[in-house]
């Protein structure tokens, strides 16, 4: 017997994932300057980022997991003031690896590092990260390992076919809370190029 869905329940559940989709475009991003564009890859300029920090010696998608629930802690009010930072986007993690993932939340530019209040937990660090000129591949879906590789691979193909010099640190930036189905996610690679 086939069970039908009703039109209510339908429509709640696209209010849901539109207000997911629509609140999380005004949360505070980083702005850049756009340099040039290429398919689904840019050239960008980024100032400096103040970012709060924590390490997971875990998995990738464990690490991150873990790593997201630290800082949110942290933002959400569990600091020696009390105080709650708004949240922004994107998370940005270190490349999936075998030994750790930094975790990283961008600070919004209303506050400084030196006036945010002192965390409980002693993982979490504040630091500034300057990505400088980077190259960005975008991409949708879950942002797993073997996808990240993949998007790694195609970056590195564009980048050495244009004889640009690059680093070997790539950063993962996650934009959309757990909620977000996968045909809304959106996720970059960022490389820091010469």
């Avoid at 850049?32 to 390490?55: A, F, G, N, Q, W």
């Avoid at 930094?102 to 660090?125: G, H, M, Q, R, V």
């Avoid at 797993?144 to 010099?165: A, C, G, P």
């Amino acid at each position: 017997m086939i069970k039908i869905i009703p039109i209510s329940i339908i429509l709640l559940g696209s209010s849901i994932v539109f207000w997911r989709v629509y609140s999380e475009k005004i949360l505070y991003q980083p702005k850049y300057k756009t340099i040039s564009k290429y398919k689904s890859i840019e050239i960008r300029e980024y100032d400096k980022l103040k970012v709060i920090t924590t390490t997971e010696t875990l998995p990738y998608q464990q690490a991150t997991n873990a790593g997201f629930r630290t800082l949110a802690n942290y933002i959400f009010g569990n600091n020696q003031n009390n105080l709650s930072i708004p949240m922004t986007a994107p998370v940005i993690t270190t490349y999936p690896n075998e030994n750790s993932v930094d975790i990283a939340f961008i600070i919004n530019n209303d506050y400084s590092i030196n006036e945010l209040p002192a965390p409980i937990s002693n993982n979490i660090n504040f630091q500034e990260l300057e990505l400088g000129k980077v190259a960005v591949i975008k991409f949708g879906l879950w942002a797993t390992s073997n996808k990240i590789q993949t998007m790694k691979e195609k970056l590195e193909h564009y980048l050495n076919k244009n004889s640009i010099q690059y680093s070997s640190n790539f950063f993962v930036a996650q934009y959309n809370s757990p909620w977000i189905i996968p045909p809304f996610r959106k996720n970059e690679l960022i490389v820091s190029i010469k």
